[in-house]
């Protein structure tokens, strides 16, 4: 039975957060069901080599998990801005590291179907060079890190971001890491 949405309902949270309530109705118009959803502004996410070969990663206090967190530079978008653009300017404001060669998009996930609704662009920069005239972002710290040590801790998990372990998939799948 194909089911469609009868209603919507919109409530803002905060300036990123709009909580989306979503009646769900069959195809004879019945009520089924209400959903909730998060609409927020899409994230975008680099994997980026520097040119010893060291992935750069951030180190970062996240409220969500009570903790701090490595994670893959990245934030979220402004926007309508470039997606590929913002992943290079997260890049630069987290690390201050600047794609120096080819940028490749790996491509452009759900990060969670059943309660998300933005989008999650991932790059891959195999070149990045570090600016020295860059000025560090409050309460975040730039971690350099050997591609075996990393994949090492994606394994033993202590780097667990699934949305990042996703990224290193593809670039894995896509034969660029």
């Not at 069901?33 to 010893?52: G, N, P, Q």
């Amino acid at each position: 039975m194909a089911k469609s949405i009868s209603a919507v309902k919109e409530s803002r949270l905060s300036p990123w957060v709009m909580l989306v309530e979503k009646v769900v109705s069959d195809s004879d118009g019945e009520e089924v069901a209400s959903y909730h959803s998060l609409r927020l502004a899409d994230y975008v996410s680099i994997l980026a080599l520097t040119e010893k070969g060291e992935v750069v990663l951030v180190k970062q206090f996240r409220p969500a998990t009570e903790g701090e967190t490595l994670e893959l530079p990245g934030g979220i978008r402004d926007g309508d801005e470039d997606p590929g653009e913002a992943a290079v300017r997260e890049l630069y404001e987290e690390t201050g590291y600047q794609v120096s060669g080819d940028l490749v998009k790996l491509g452009c996930l759900d990060p969670d179907t059943g309660r998300l609704e933005n989008k999650l662009h991932v790059y891959y920069a195999p070149t990045v060079k570090f600016d020295f005239d860059w000025t560090v972002e409050a309460g975040v710290e730039a971690i350099l890190m050997p591609v075996e040590e990393f994949k090492s801790k994606i394994l033993d998990g202590s780097f667990n971001h699934a949305l990042h372990v996703a990224v290193v998939g593809l670039a894995q799948m896509k034969q660029v890491f």
